[in-house]
DNA sequence: CTGGTCCCCGTTTTT
DNA sequence: CGGGGACCAG
């Protein structure tokens, strides 16, 4: 038997054979916290006391669920390794599939993803006759997702609403429960919902459940909303052995209900609670914890900790002023050119951003500059239309009642079904109380509401599905996935809708056939339905390519839990990082801080960081300040050095002036937004030329210049927008 | 019912 | 600049 505990430190030791009760591990990035949980886990079985079906452990992604699989094999051996690792969503789905009946939940629900989901908000819209134009579909999914997961039932929430419009998305949501059910589907927010009502106190599942798992194991705490520690505390009341691990500066799920408090207040939840710290980082240099802790000491909303490490103090962080996204997209490529150089691959770097819009420019550099490149996350690979479509097919098939799927593949490929049929077949099925599929399958239905010609091309439709499902029982998924697409002449009806986009999206359709073959062989001919829930919780972050020789791009949400040698974050701006959007309230802000130090820690050697002058936003090209986080790194570690930056500065103030020798930006130079402009002066406009600066009025974002331009007369300009730069 | 055009929208992060 | 929806003509 292999020393499970040889290499932890005391800290690590003392968490991992922790007497039973509740214990939260506070455990800073890069402090072995994975380690110290998989090695719980491994050291509960090898004591015997604890058999492999006895453990529940949940994780945020399935990436981090394999891998905790895997290690846990690698100590223990595959066949006594935990069954019940995953995360929240696909261990309440699970549950649901296997228990769901005592709460009227049928095992062969389908799962609606987001896109789904707002799906049938517009519908209930329409069903409410509510405009779309002031109601935005979208806002309402989001209201009605917060309530579900305060697990406010659609009845109640007409007492809980705000405001008027609030009290119509309460009545839209009564309509959307209702397609839910119609449909036998459930939301992303039901996989959490529906598990904690199935195991409510009292219950026989709760029974079943609470005394079979006798440990239960959560990651990543910090980042579990309400719903989800009922749904724990739930699990744990019998035998009361919760091991949670998280680091609450790490928490940057806010906006998704993830709730800090669990974290903060789990003595409270978990009387008798211990606490433990690991502090001790074995990840990043000195320098780079030396920034991320003088970040992360700016927030208030923390329990504290500051991180260490016996190792070197390593490189100083680097700080890079560009002149725009393009400009920044190029540095990056001398960035990596320059790591390349130092002797690292292309697969040790990572480019990190905020949001995913920030990757256009960065992916048009590195193909130019051709650098092989991999986007994590993103748009992500079962988000694609075609993908879509024809899961779309195979829920319908695995779902009769799948309204969303019916009202997805009706017309697709073209079969002359079009919004006028899919209307009238809705009102039909409402009318008699049904789903559009099981309406279709009552003989004579489909004849009585459609037009003859109409009708008799639904039927082949419906026909046609149903043939497919009862083949289903006896085709492994990857044939009936094929057999679908010869059928329908999917492929054909791609290339012909829109040559120009018709070579990747068959590329993706060969994709999903080969994601049907692999879980196949994985499962062994596993059933449709297994195909169908990996699909739909399984999201692209998780595929992240183990393939070391292509450098990395994602947002630094994607990054979470990962690690790099080196990182460049892109964007380091006010109004990116933090983005203006999280700005409203100041826990926002904290948020925010908190990803600029998810950013930094997930750095093993360099941290490059990048801003720019300008970015373009919706097409404008905006003036942005540096981010005020970069300030608060402590300038002996950032280099170079002289590059005070002080507080953001207003536009009106002096730009700092950099040591930097600029690439382009010297041409290209932005005026000072105002400090160097004065009557008299000589500028140049991108589009007006060369012109004589007559008067200056205003300060701040209001500064107005007047200018004579000789081919084009006199022009007011705002300074911040006219883009001037001095002339000689 | 389809195919085209136009316009408007908004662009944070994802299980 | 980009996609998606609304609107209109065949």
Redesign the pocket.
Known sequence: MIDILADLNPAQREAVEAADGPLLVVAGAGSGKTRVLTTRVAWLLQRGEVAPHEVLAFT???RAAREMRERVAGLVGAPAAPRWIG????TGARLLRRDGAAIGVASDFTIY??DDSLRVVKRALERCQFD?QTLQP?AARVLISRWKNEGIAPTEAAGRAADPRERRVAEVFAVYEEELRRGNALD?DDLILRAVQLLAPGTAAQQKYARRFRHVLVDEFQDTNRLQMVLVKSLAQYHDNVFAVGDDDQS??G??GACIENMLEFEAAFPGARLLRLEQNYRSTGNILDAANAVIAHNRRRRGKTLWTAGAAGDCLTLGRVFDEEDEASRVVELVREELAAGLARGDVTVLY????QSRALEDALRRATLPYQIV??T?FYER?EVRDLLAYLKLIANPRDGVAAARVL?VP????????AERLRELADREGLSVGEAAARPGLLESALPPA?ARRARDFFDQVAAWRAAQADTPVPALLERIIAETGYRDWLAADDPTTAQARLENVDELVAAAHAFDEASQGGRLGGFLEQTA?V????ALDDDQGVVRL??I??AKGLEFPVVVLAGCEEGLLP?L??LADDG?LEEERRLFYVALTRARRRVHLLCARARR???QRELADPSRFLAEIPAALLEPRDEALGAPSVAGQAWPTWREEPRRIRETQLAPAGAALQPGQLVVHPTLGRGVVARVEGEGDDLMVTVDFPEHGRKHLLARYAHLRPSR
Not at 87 to 90: K, N, P, Q
Not at 354 to 357: F, G, I, L, P, S
Request: hydrophobic share 30%; no cysteine; glycine share 10%.
């Open positions: 945020f992604t399935n995360t929240f969503h696909a993803d987001t779309v979208s992303f940057i799920y906006w998704r905020r949001t995913n819009a996350g993103g992500q239309r017309n073209r079969r002359r079904l079009g919004e006028t049929t109409t919780l999201a692209d972050a998780d994602m947002t949400h994607t983005h959007n999280a926002g936003r919706a097409g």
